[in-house]
């Protein structure tokens, strides 16, 4: 059973930074999606970066202010959020899709706060 687990998140004052941790259990392969999504109140989970071998991918409201990397030797996935608004409060998920196994595994969450 794989397992991803989330750290890093907190609360801020608009305009700060946090980085956020996701370290799996097992060995990352080059070809798998790690990605971080978030939820809001009220609102449905969306994507808010993706990578891929060395490609990625980030919504609108994160270009330029957000960076996702991974670190393979640790089996980490980070995601550098920076210039924080209020808008970006919410439950952030690590997630990995294996492609070479076709599953998907989630994380359990990590809050982040952003206040005014």
């Known amino acids: 059973q794989v397992r991803l687990v989330e750290s890093g998140g907190g609360l801020v004052q608009a305009g700060g930074s946090l980085r956020l941790s996701c370290a799996a259990s097992?060995?990352?392969?080059?070809?798998?999606?790690m990605g971080w999504y978030r939820q809001a109140p009220g609102n449905q989970r969306e994507l808010v970066a993706m990578l891929t071998r060395s490609i990625t991918n980030y919504a609108d409201s994160v270009k330029g202010r957000f960076t996702i990397s991974r670190d393979n030797a640790k089996n980490t996935v980070y995601l550098q959020m920076n210039s924080l608004k209020p808008d970006d409060t919410a439950v952030y998920y690590c997630?990995?899709?294996?492609?070479?196994?076709?599953?998907?595994?989630w994380g359990q969450g990590t809050q982040v706060t952003v206040s005014s």
């Open positions: 997630n990995l899709r294996r492609i070479r196994y076709g599953t998907l595994h």
């Open positions: 097992t060995d990352i392969f080059v070809d798998d999606l």
